[in-house]
């Protein structure tokens, strides 16, 4: 048997799950993360080779991490666990497993999940969207991982908010060291921030409170849903996807499915947009799941 094994490298958590070739998972473990880059080697290599001999058989290895391989260095960038940044992950783990290992960007393995066979399955071109602490995006078309010439393919989080209004403009100061990048809108904590006011983090219970009158929830939400409509239409009218998936926590809130594509229609550039936008199907698996599928196809 041949495993395609993935890891889902949290900040807190990291999973492992092994396939079969049938796509099966035929183990799944979880451990905490050690906030250490060493730590980190060793963690992973201890789940890939405990996993093996459980399973009497070996496989491929992908990872992904909050963060990007630099092509440039081939370094760790952008990652939020930081203990990350500047290190040579690909070539540190292969030298542990003694194999060469695949490294993407989080969302890069949401979009393989979901396209493979998830919400996304039989469309051409899936933009898969994560929403959550922070939000991004990867692409897959043709069953192919887009990355892009400089790794970077999918960083809709942080292009600026199109078409602001007076009182956007010009929009919160973001981590990158710029303004108003789509990220500082749509996040979880922009969102609570929204209804509640500075240092709210958790928009988790807005739903149920604008449900049961809370006018501040409900006026949260609808600015939250128009903004990403706006951003999403830029998408739409930049790669025209057959379908749009949204990952992350913010992407259960089912009041998203009707009320974007309701919006988005004024900011396409098109007499009609049958664009879908869905949930994503396998939830917070879809990460460890992409990653063990980032040996199917990249381009």
């Not at 048997?1 to 035929?26: F, N, P, Q, S």
């Not at 993407?104 to 898969?128: I, Q, W, Y």
């Not at 409170?209 to 930049?238: Q, T």
């Amino acid at each position: 048997m041949t495993l395609r094994i993935g890891i889902d490298l949290g900040g807190t958590k990291t999973e492992i799950v092994a396939l079969d070739a049938a796509g099966v998972a035929r183990l799944r473990r979880r451990a905490p993360t050690p906030p250490a880059y060493d730590g980190v080697i060793g963690l992973v290599g201890a789940l890939v080779e405990a996993a093996e001999a459980e399973l009497d058989a070996r496989g491929t290895v992908g990872i992904g991490i909050p963060g990007s391989l630099s092509p440039a260095t081939g370094k760790v960038r952008g990652a939020n666990s930081t203990w990350l940044n500047g290190g040579r992950l690909d070539r540190d783990l292969a030298a542990r497993l003694g194999r060469e290992v695949r490294v993407s960007n989080d969302a890069n393995c949401l979009a393989m999940s979901e396209a493979a066979d998830g919400a996304g399955a039989g469309f051409g071109t899936v933009f898969a969207v994560i929403l959550g602490t922070g939000v991004g995006a990867g692409i897959v078309s043709g069953g192919r991982l887009l990355e892009g010439r400089n790794r970077i393919a999918g960083e809709w989080g942080h292009n600026p908010l199109p078409w602001m209004n007076a009182a956007e403009f010009p929009g919160p100061a973001c981590w990158c060291g710029q303004r108003g990048c789509i990220e500082t809108f749509l996040c979880g904590p922009a969102l609570a921030a929204e209804a509640d006011g500075p240092g709210a983090r958790d928009a988790s219970a807005l739903p149920d409170r604008a449900a049961a009158g809370d006018m501040a929830a409900a006026a949260a939400l609808e600015r939250h849903a128009d903004r990403l409509a706006r951003a999403l239409a830029h998408v739409v009218n930049i790669l025209d996807p057959d379908a749009i998936v949204l990952g992350g926590g913010l992407s259960n809130m089912a009041h998203l499915y009707a009320e974007v594509p309701l919006r988005w229609g004024r900011f396409v550039f098109s007499d009609v947009v049958t664009t879908k936008l869905l949930p994503a199907k396998h939830g917070d698996s879809s990460g460890v799941l992409g990653a063990a599928r980032l040996w199917d196809g990249v381009g």
